[in-house]
């Protein structure tokens, strides 16, 4: 499903939010979004999700107006919102039996998802018995359950330690392979975007424009990002990033590893 920006602005109470925004986002193309906090990046992911309307300008899925949720479009949060009285199996299954799949056939698929996230075996554990990774690894596979046509990445990862992210990276990027849904990905990761995506869009602070737009190739990329180095400096130093900064940061965390 191919979603399109046409002269989009917002505004909250009169304050511009995002300013004029126009973008294509090709069938199966994964876009990082990039800025400094609040510039309206998980805006965006709102208006394509049908949670809100532009105040100008249009957002459309295969040509036509987003006028609210539908399950073809999938937003999933930083926090993985899972009911905490249900077991992982169940908060799985929920997805389908809101769209009035059987309990048995729900029951069945969500089996099946958690394995593919590698949590065969915690299928009857509930959320605050696994850990943080645990957790977001059962808010993938329910966001991948209904097979969206559009997946609407908030952040999906900022919460969990390093390690943790990476492994899940990759769970994401192969998921993304075999599913080939149109992915938007707000983060404020570089190395996650640089990781991920197809295309990278680096916003300026409020109201939201683009000051550069980088293209990728996702297909073959490790965690060895030394080839984008070049990119990753460009987009740090668009951010407001020096190399000074960010190498003293780099050295903190590897002291603390």
């Known amino acids: ?138 808010a993938l596979a329910r966001a991948f359950i209904t097979k969206p046509k559009v997946l609407l990445l908030d952040e999906p990862f900022g919460a969990l330690d390093a390690l943790t992210r990476m492994t899940l990276q990759d769970s994401l990027r192969q998921l993304i392979r075999e599913e080939r849904p149109t992915v938007l990905l707000v983060t404020h990761d570089v190395d996650e975007a640089l990781f991920l995506a197809d295309r990278i869009l680096v916003f300026s602070p409020r109201p939201a424009k683009v000051l550069r737009e980088f293209q990728l190739n996702r297909h073959e990329k490790t965690h060895d990002l030394s080839e984008f180095s070049a990119t990753r400096r460009e987009i740090l130093c668009l951010l407001g990033i020096h190399a000074e900064q960010d190498a003293f940061a780099k050295k903190l965390e590897d002291i603390a590893a």
């Open 1 to 138: 499903m191919k979603l399109s920006f046409k002269h989009v602005n917002k505004q909250f109470s009169g304050l511009p939010v995002i300013d004029d925004f126009s973008r294509e986002i090709e069938e199966g193309e994964l876009v990082a979004l990039v800025g400094p906090s609040g510039c309206g990046k998980s805006t965006l992911l709102h208006l394509a999700a049908g949670l809100g309307v532009p105040s100008r300008g249009a957002v459309l899925a295969d040509g036509k107006d987003i006028k609210g949720p539908h399950p073809e479009r999938m937003l999933m949060f930083q926090e993985n919102a899972l009911y905490p009285w249900l077991t992982l199996e169940a908060n799985v299954a929920l997805a389908l039996e809101l769209q009035k799949v059987s309990k048995a056939s729900a029951r069945q698929q969500a089996r099946d998802w958690l394995a593919k996230v590698s949590l065969q075996g915690f299928e009857a554990y509930y959320p605050h018995q696994v850990s943080g990774g645990m957790r977001q690894r059962a």
